[in-house]
């Protein structure tokens, strides 16, 4: 069974930056897209950034500027780099890998903490 490994959560003051990384456990069949997600206390999941196998990247409006998806093809790995980190950041960060037809898939992180102190 795959799963994707996160890592790089954690508490930071205002201002301040965490990079996020998801890799699997396993060797995969390369994902047409990954994805980062986030679920604050109370609010539904929401999708914070995709990066494509071409490359190309969409971010949510709340995090354009400040935020930078990135991946490493070459290991299946994905990156968030978080800078100037707002307390409304504050968020459970899930990575999500997803891959069409054919060896479709949608594989999920455990999920990682992001706190941002005032």
């Known amino acids: 069974q795959v799963r994707l490994v996160e890592s790089g959560g954690g508490l930071v003051q205002a201002g301040g930056s965490l990079r996020l990384s998801c890799a699997p456990s396993?060797?995969?069949?390369?994902?047409?897209?990954m994805n980062w997600y986030r679920q604050a206390p109370g609010k539904q999941r929401e999708l914070v950034a995709t990066i494509t196998s071409g490359g190309t990247t969409n971010y949510v409006d709340s995090v354009k500027g400040r935020f930078t998806i990135s991946r490493d093809n070459a290991k299946n790995t994905v990156y968030l780099q978080m800078n100037s980190l707002k307390p409304e950041d504050t968020a459970v960060y899930y990575c999500n890998f997803h891959r069409d037809r054919p060896f479709s898939y949608d594989h999920w992180g455990q999920g990682t903490q992001v706190t941002v102190s005032l």
């Open positions: 396993l060797t995969i069949f390369s994902p047409n897209a």
